[in-house]
């Protein structure tokens, strides 16, 4: 198993690199594929459990954030300045689509509802701001500051948890997790986006908010925060008892599985840079 998610991260981590610092098309496009693929896996763990959300919805609303972002970052439109009106579109939308399943039998429709708008809000709205983070000004070194900070994170705690962990942080959740794995995570993940934000103020040039304290007060905040998000998707998963999302990468499950601290993260570093450091 770790064999194969190591080959894998080798194959796929160049090309989301390259995907990141050219932006563009390229980077909108990887975004798209993950957050589509990750919002279909959303509704078919629910699926699972005997629920029926509606997975056109689910992708389409989701995908409809990330349009609306990528509006703004290729042509600096205002369309998602006031976001209320695709929020209330999609609930109204969507609530109309599951009154008529109702009446056609469907007794948990109600449930269905609540499921549908959460998986459009949860993977379309949180995701979109890996959108908004890469126009950032340095937004692709702000990206490779954050979402290394959520890989560092993963690693240390992996690699130290499994030798020396001994404490469970999450017995139901996630019993491999231990706190020991969790704190060695949040050190590794401090260091590491530190020494990567020292890193890219080189490139990113003179006037370049990019320092390595910053770079480890990211580290910090993301690595406390965001695991939460790993946490959530293994309470999904387990209730219905699910193993991954999908089996989509070889090694790493599926698109969902793979970006459930990302969706944390972006939000996480975001608001953090925007308010603090620029």
Known sequence: MLRQ???VTIVLLPIGMAAIYYGGLYYIS????FLGLA??????????????????LVVGGALAFILLRSLDYFYESSWYDDIAWLISILVLVSMTYHLIQYERGRDQAATDFAVTISGILYIGLLGSYLVLLRGLPDGAWWVLTTLPAVWLAD??????????????????????KSWEGYLAGIAVSILGTAAFAAMWRLPAGPGTELTALRGAILGLIISVVAPLGDLGQSMI??????KDSSNLIPG????????DSWLWA??????IIVWFFL
């Open 39 to 56: 919002a279909w896996e959303y509704g078919q763990l629910f699926s699972a459990g005997g629920y029926r959300p509606s997975g056109v």
């Open 155 to 176: 690693s240390g705690a992996y690699f130290y948890g499994r030798t020396y962990g001994k404490r469970k942080l999450c017995p139901r959740l996630s019993p491999k």
């Open 5 to 7: 998610r190591v080959i």
């Open 252 to 259: 790493h499950g599926g698109a969902f599985d793979r970006i």
């Open 237 to 242: 998963k387990r209730q219905f008892h699910v």
């Open 266 to 271: 972006g939000v996480l570093g975001y608001y």
């Open 30 to 33: 990887l975004i798209t594929i």
